[in-house]
């Protein structure tokens, strides 16, 4: 479809040089690096989406009493952009990134960005930043979309008038420790509750993650396991990622999505991959002291999570409160690389794409 909202890219009145990107480019890390670019998009009461623009990146002036300050209308999605050995850059399931930030926009009261306009203004952006790619192994250009309230009021209710905002972050490893699988801490905190916003990709969750994640990392851990709020029993998600589970019968399981848990496009994705590769694939609820007793006993041999920045990452130890086990060998699994590699071999153009999942831009 084509994209109803036209676009003004103004011009640059100083890009980075190039010397300078490429030095920063040699070794970004993940989120402190951003392109010369951004699109930014507005959004009011009486005339919709409007004032599409690509511009210089910048601060982003904000009255005080903008309401994503004091009541937190705000939502983000996370992607990738992948540079093809042709040279090509590549998309992957951006419209599945759409979707999602709609369902989070629909759970905050917020206006649904149509998703032909999300995906242009990611088409946009590259067509300007496209040089931005690091040049690390594995390396990827991030890209975060976001939206937040933006009209000047203290009254308790949905916004008026809202900014869609797009940035980019040349990408390296996700985990600073660099393990070749990680550990993670089981958290006495809740992330999400049935009825809250655990499905919508919105800042209050992370926000919220934050003390437990720091708990976590003071321990020694590279992050942090949520269980259910009504119990305190059934796994869930790890701070940013969905897990899944791998027994010595071939099975894999994976907490169902019932609300409380993000629905992750890496996962959804891994979900077809794995049922490709002829694999009970199941998505039932998984306690934590069931996953103690089968690491234990040697029927639990893999453990990963996944998400958007880290793609796959094996989990090798799980320690909590009442509880202290290695997974396996403590490293990566076979099935867990051999899925992280048909995955990535997808997104990067070096496997075929049987799904129509990568978007050439």
């Not at 690091?134 to 009021?153: D, H, K």
């Not at 992370?206 to 942090?224: C, I, M, N, R």
Request: glycine share 8%; net charge negative.
């Amino acid at each position: 479809m084509a994209n109803e909202i036209a676009f003004t890219t103004l011009p640059h009145p100083a890009p980075t040089p190039a010397a300078e990107r490429a030095a920063a480019l040699a070794n970004p890390g993940f989120g402190m690096v951003y392109s010369d670019h951004m699109v930014v998009i507005d959004w009011s009461e009486d005339k919709g989406w409007h004032n599409a623009v690509v511009c210089p990146f910048a601060p982003i002036p904000m009255h005080p009493a903008s309401a994503v300050l004091h009541y937190a209308q705000e939502i983000f999605e996370g992607l990738k952009a992948y540079r093809h050995a042709d040279g090509s850059i590549a998309l992957f399931r951006p419209e599945a990134n759409a979707q999602r930030f709609n369902a989070s926009a629909e759970r905050l009261a917020m206006p649904t960005l149509p998703e032909e306009t999300f995906v242009e203004s990611i088409r946009q952006l590259l067509a300007v930043d496209g040089d931005w790619f690091p040049t690390v192994e594995g390396g990827s250009l991030y890209l975060r979309p976001f939206m937040i309230a933006t009209e000047a009021f203290l009254g308790v209710r949905p916004a008026k008038e809202y900014k869609y905002i797009l940035i980019a972050s040349p990408a390296g490893n996700y985990f600073k420790s660099g393990a070749p699988a990680v550990s993670i801490w089981v958290s006495d905190y809740t992330r999400a509750a049935p009825g809250g916003t655990g499905a919508a990709k919105c800042g209050g969750n992370y926000a919220a993650s934050l003390v437990p994640t720091k708990e976590a990392f003071a321990l020694g851990h590279d992050q942090v396991l949520f269980l259910d709020a009504a119990e305190h029993k059934w796994i869930e998600e790890l701070g940013g990622m969905n897990l899944f589970f791998v027994f010595d019968d071939g099975t894999i399981r994976t907490p169902p999505l019932t609300g409380t848990i993000l629905p992750g496009i890496t996962r959804d994705s891994l979900l077809a991959l794995a049922r490709e590769e002829g694999l009970d694939v199941v998505e039932e609820p998984y306690s934590l002291d069931q996953w103690e007793a089968d690491a234990q006993s040697g029927k639990l041999v893999e453990a990963f999570a996944c998400g958007t920045a880290a793609v796959v990452t094996p989990v090798a130890k799980v320690e909590g409160r009442k509880v202290n086990f290695t997974i396996g060998s403590g490293g990566p699994g076979q099935l867990t690389q051999k899925l992280k590699d048909r995955l990535t071999s997808i997104q990067r153009g070096t496997h075929p794409d049987q799904h129509g999942w990568v978007v050439k831009v």
